[in-house]
Structures are given as C-alpha cells and as structure tokens.
C-alpha cells in the first residue's frame, strides 16, 4: 500500500484574494501587515509578490498589477510573475477587497498550521536522535509557545509539565509496547 503525498495546510485561493485585494485596495495594507508575514504565504512567488507590496508600501510608492510587474522587470525576476500577467490575474479575478479580512486570517491560520506540524516533526527528531524527554519538552513548549503567540488565543496560560499535579491514571492497554512497563 502505497501512502498518498500530503500538502501541508495552505489555502491558494485565499492566497490569490489577499494579494489581489492589496492591489485593488492598497489602503488595507496596515491592516494586513499587523497579522500576515511574507513567510506566512505557502508559495514562493506569494511571498516574493507581498514582499513587494511591503516595499513599495514602506518607499511611499504605488503599488498595483502595472507598477509591480515593473518592481519585478526591475529586480530581474519578471518570469515569476509571468511577465506581469499573473499580477493582472491576480488583480482581475479577486471576488472582493471587502473581504481581505477573511482572506487574511484563512492565509495566518494555514500558516500556523504548517507551523505546528514542523514542530511536531521536529519532536519527533528530537526522540529519534536520543534527546532526554526533558529537552523534548521544553523545546518543543517554547516552539509552541511562539507558534501560539500567533493565534487569537493567547489568553491560554502554559501549563508546567514539571510541576506536581494530580492526572487520572491512564490504563497500560492505551500505551504503546515498551512504554506500559
């Protein structure tokens, strides 16, 4: 039995609207800076394309599907936004920019997501290469401390695994071999 590739969590199309809604409605880009970061898009010339937005936004400079297709003819890298004609695409075909709101935060959330499962894997790694349960832990706390900083819920207040608690007793049948004894 053959395992199907997984894509991590990420959503184009919200992708597509959000930075198509910057370039119809370039007076939302405080509001879409003070949650989304370049890194928070799952495709490279998402990412390359807000970077640009950012740009031009910090210089004072207009930005829309004509000025950035310029910005990247500049910069030498007009083949990743097809010449220009991706930005057009992206421009023409966003449903609405009263909605970058939503766009936004379906982009941040993906982005977290994708955050979360690195972590994981890398506590994983972590128990493979012979990491004391102790440093699985901690590190893997503080990782999901900042990942959790991102989320809207930051009121959850970090439990310390070390501390005395009581926890109800987990029946061995539930652990995996090796671990019951």
């Known amino acids: 039995m053959s395992e199907q590739l997984r894509v991590p969590p990420c959503n184009i199309q919200s992708e597509q609207a959000l930075l198509g809604a910057l370039m119809i409605a370039p007076e939302t880009i405080s509001n879409v800076r003070a949650t989304i970061e370049r890194d928070d898009f ?6 390359l394309i807000y970077a640009a937005i950012c740009d031009a936004h ?6 829309d599907a004509v000025t950035l297709g310029d910005w990247f003819s500049e910069q030498g890298q007009s083949e990743l936004i097809a010449g220009g004609a991706y930005l057009v695409e992206l421009a023409s075909t966003t449903p609405s920019a009263a909605n970058i ?7 941040r959330q993906a982005s977290i997501k994708r955050k979360l499962i690195e972590i994981g894997t890398e ?6 290469n012979c990491a004391t349960p102790e440093e699985i832990i901690t590190e893997g706390f503080a990782e999901l401390s900042g990942a959790l900083s991102r989320t809207e819920a930051k009121s959850i207040e970090p439990v310390d695994m070390f501390s005395d608690y ?5 029946a061995p049948d539930l652990l995996p071999p090796g671990v019951a004894e």
């Open 42 to 47: 799952y495709r490279r010339d998402h990412q």
């Open 58 to 63: 910090e210089s004072g400079r207009s930005y």
């Open 101 to 107: 709101s939503a766009y936004a935060d379906i982009v």
């Open 123 to 128: 506590m994983v790694n972590r128990g493979f």
């Open 166 to 170: 009581a926890t109800s007793a987990l």
